[in-house]
């Protein structure tokens, strides 16, 4: 039989695919027998491995995993990669070398481990990574496994297509499904989890039987919480040089409670420790800031900071540290909280950082930024940025966005103190003059005593205020708690 009529009776038992995808299946699997197939030799085993025989009558209906059972012969099956394993070398009892790739299939009945060996497992391999995608397998058999599991085993008789065109995907489990939680890590003893990387990786080394061995410790973090990953050996290596924002999959990871209850996952031998990429959400800029914005992320530069102190939530003590901070586009105010907080009071001014996983919120009047326990913070020393614009006095019209203003002190008011919801407060104020407008600045608490030692003719740059009052052309300008105020010889 010609290859078009074995082509032609394909296409007639599966309608599903077209003849493009069918000819270049051919050619796929010539290129597997480096050339030695024929167009006829491939098209009749592309027939073999789609259950068709040449006469156009299927053979028997494949099986689902909860049906597999230990001595089964000539299995067939569809399954969505969960764990890819990497190849493996071993020597047989003979003292022949060979190698053998493991994956753990699942359909919507169940999970089973399969082993593919020999020259299967080296073909299979050149299809790159295979995790999460569908595969569908022939003539496979059924052995006990060690744990008393069936397993699932493909040997010379054996075969296996990746992406088979004529399988509909969405009536798989999505990998999703088996990826856990890390809240819910307490109770499990193997778990898969991806997490975000919160903290740098710490590596030491230790003495063992075969030498030195090494150890990388990273704390990862979702949306339910937070874990500390353990990596040993060969695998401490793949996250030595990760950083934060980074995203790592750990597969089949054992799962233990570390000193002071706190919740580990730890790599072992059959552990597949992926470095999935680098976090990619988009650096939002503070411009672009609106309320109801989660899950963000943000590289700015500190301009000011208030001390570390801490405070009572929910009836818990926490710690808590502000910051002035600023981009190109503008200002805002960050507020740090728990270890974060630590973090950033070690941080010095004009530093840049990088926040993943900060949330917008509305401060009073303005757009501002929380970081939480979920969000991580990277010191960026390659990173320059340029600072936010200045406001010309006559173009200040908008009193929901911080401003930078600077000019010339043409009058200064002493300090005086004012009772404010029962609060005694310092206030003082200047007026600045830029390019023949000009504006009142009211200074609150600190900042009073400091704009009250400025003196008239002096040029000054003040971070951080916003549009009190305007009426006509007197504008009116108020401090918050952040403001900095920058002397001409301090910039």
Request: net charge positive; proline share 3%; hydrophobic share 40%.
């Given at each position: 039989?010609?290859?078009?009529?074995?082509?032609?009776?394909?296409?007639?038992?599966?309608?599903?695919?077209?003849?493009?995808e069918l000819e270049k299946l051919i050619e796929e699997k010539k290129r597997a027998y480096s050339g030695l197939l024929s167009d006829e030799g491939a098209a009749r085993l592309i027939a073999q491995e789609l259950l068709i025989d040449l006469t156009?009558?299927?053979?028997?209906?494949?099986?689902?995993?909860?049906?597999?059972?230990?001595?089964?012969?000539?299995?067939?099956?569809?399954?969505?990669?969960?764990?890819?394993?990497?190849?493996?070398?071993?020597?047989k009892s003979n003292g022949e070398k060979n190698v053998v790739k493991k994956l753990l299939l699942a359909d919507e009945t169940g999970i089973v481990q399969c082993l593919v060996w020999g020259e299967k497992a080296l073909t299979l391999q050149k299809n790159g990574k295979l995790q999460d995608k569908i595969v569908k397998i022939f003539h496979a058999y059924t052995r006990k496994g060690l744990n008393t599991?069936?397993?699932?085993?493909?040997?010379?008789?054996?075969?296996?297509?990746v992406s088979p065109p004529?399988?509909?995907?969405?009536?798989?489990?999505?990998?999703?499904?088996?990826?856990?939680?890390?809240?819910?890590?307490?109770?499990?003893?193997?778990?898969?989890?991806?997490?975000?990387?919160?903290?740098?990786?710490?590596?030491?080394?230790?003495?063992?039987?075969?030498?030195?061995?090494?150890?990388?410790?990273?704390?990862?973090?979702?949306f339910t919480g937070e874990v500390t990953l353990v990596a040993w050996n060969e695998q401490a290596e793949k996250i030595t040089n990760v950083k934060i924002g980074d995203t790592i999959q750990v597969m089949n990871g054992k799962v233990i409670v570390g000193v002071g209850d706190s919740i580990e996952i730890h790599t072992e031998k059959q552990t597949v420790l992926t470095i999935i990429a680098k976090e990619t959400n988009e650096i939002l800029k503070i411009s672009n800031l609106k309320s109801g914005i989660k899950?963000?992320?943000?590289?700015?530069?500190?301009?000011?900071?208030?001390?570390?102190?801490?405070?009572?939530?929910?009836?818990?003590?926490?710690?808590?540290?502000?910051?002035?901070?600023?981009?190109?586009?503008?200002?805002?105010?960050?507020?740090?909280?728990?270890?974060?907080?630590?973090?950033?009071?070690?941080?010095k001014e004009n530093d840049v950082i990088t926040i993943v996983n900060a949330a917008v919120k509305v401060d009073g009047k303005f757009i501002a930024l929380t970081a939480g326990k979920l969000s991580a913070i990277n010191l960026e020393t390659n990173i320059i940025l340029v600072?936010?614009?200045?406001?010309?006095?006559?173009?200040?019209?908008?009193?929901?966005?911080?401003?930078?203003?600077?000019?010339?002190?043409?009058?200064?008011?002493?300090?005086?103190?004012?009772?404010?919801?029962?609060?005694?407060?310092?206030?003082?104020?200047?007026?600045?003059?830029?390019?023949?407008?000009?504006?009142?600045?009211?200074?609150?608490?600190?900042?009073?005593?400091?704009?009250?030692?400025?003196?008239?003719?002096?040029?000054?740059?003040?971070?951080?205020?916003?549009?009190?009052?305007?009426?006509?052309?007197?504008?009116?300008?108020?401090?918050?708690?952040?403001t900095k105020i920058l002397r001409k010889n301090r910039y």
């Open positions: 039989m010609k290859k078009e009529e074995i082509i032609s009776k394909i296409l007639l038992c599966k309608p599903g695919l077209t003849k493009e156009g009558k299927l053979k028997p209906i494949e099986v689902k995993i909860k049906d597999l059972v230990t001595g089964l012969n000539d299995v067939t099956l569809t399954a969505r990669v969960i764990i890819d394993w990497p190849i493996q070398d071993f020597i599991n069936v397993e699932l085993h493909l040997g010379v008789k054996s075969s296996i297509i004529d399988v509909h995907e969405e009536k798989f489990p999505k990998l999703t499904k088996f990826i856990n939680k890390i809240s819910e890590l307490r109770n499990l003893n193997k778990a898969n989890i991806i997490g975000t990387v919160k903290s740098q990786p710490k590596t030491s080394t230790f003495k063992c039987e075969f030498g030195v061995g090494k150890v990388s410790r990273v704390k990862l973090f979702d899950n963000c992320n943000i590289t700015v530069k500190v301009f000011k900071k208030s001390e570390l102190k801490t405070v009572k939530v929910a009836g818990k003590e926490t710690l808590i540290v502000e910051a002035l901070v600023g981009d190109e586009t503008g200002l805002t105010i960050i507020t740090f909280w728990g270890e974060n907080a630590r973090l950033i009071a070690n941080i600072d936010p614009p200045k406001t010309k006095i006559n173009e200040i019209m908008n009193g929901n966005k911080l401003l930078i203003v600077e000019g010339v002190v043409v009058d200064v008011s002493p300090v005086k103190e004012v009772i404010v919801k029962g609060e005694t407060i310092k206030v003082s104020s200047l007026t600045l003059k830029d390019e023949g407008e000009q504006a009142k600045i009211t200074f609150w608490r600190e900042a009073a005593d400091e704009a009250s030692k400025i003196k008239v003719g002096e040029n000054i740059k003040v971070l951080g205020v916003f549009l009190k009052e305007r009426k006509d052309k007197q504008v009116e300008l108020s401090s918050i708690r952040l």
